[in-house]
């Protein structure tokens, strides 16, 4: 299988290519769906598109900007003390008020915010909330990769389960990354114009 490529001359640069590969794949995932569609939770789970798009956003904006930055939001994380399992619950709760636009607009404000958080840091800056301390940037920034990676492929299940449609590395295969670090919006438009020729191709992640 041949991996994607990026630049990946420094530390910074791999981290960040490999963070925002996989964001934009769980973008891919979302596009051309219709808003009940992304609501549904097709398969034994009971995660839908929209809810883990959710997830994602709202995790963005608490691991970069709460827990690294050290900003604070009255009412939200991690001022609002509620059980794990509630915030979790709540995370993946949507309804009729939950549209892909609003939460699509939601997650690439967020991760935008997220990268110029990442680019002002260097990687081994402590993170800023209190009981993760012992945490840095690099640190964030590695599981970010594996937490959004993993929602990725929940998403490709979902999708293809609502519409045959899976894979995004065929897609991503055939787009220059050298850009990836430096300018994510171009990548996601890339994948976009490509998507409607590989969408429907039975491809493999």
């Not at 490529?5 to 960040?16: K, M, V, Y």
């Amino acid at each position: 299988m041949t991996a994607p490529e990026f630049a990946s001359a420094t530390e910074r640069e791999a981290l960040c290519g490999f963070l925002n590969l996989q964001r934009a794949a769980l973008i891919r995932k979302v596009q051309g769906v219709g808003d009940a569609d992304a609501r549904r939770a097709p398969t034994a789970s009971s995660l839908s598109l929209l809810a883990l798009l959710k997830h994602c956003a709202l995790w963005e904006r608490r691991w970069f900007q709460n827990i690294v930055a050290g900003r604070s939001f009255p009412g939200e994380f991690p001022e609002l003390e509620v059980p794990e399992d509630e915030m979790d619950a709540e995370d993946f709760r949507v309804d009729e008020h939950d549209t892909v636009e609003h939460w699509v607009t939601s997650f690439n404000k967020q991760a935008s915010i997220s990268r110029q958080i990442t680019a002002e840091r260097d990687l081994d800056t402590p993170c800023a909330w209190p009981p993760l301390a012992h945490r840095n940037l690099r640190w964030v920034l590695l599981h970010m990769i594996e937490e959004t990676a993993r929602h990725a492929g929940h998403a490709d299940i979902i999708r293809e389960t609502l519409d045959g449609s899976r894979g995004i590395l065929a897609i991503l295969r055939t787009t220059p990354f050298r850009l990836i670090s430096a300018r994510p919006d171009v990548l996601e438009d890339q994948v976009s114009r490509r998507s409607a020729h590989y969408s429907h191709r039975p491809t493999t992640l």
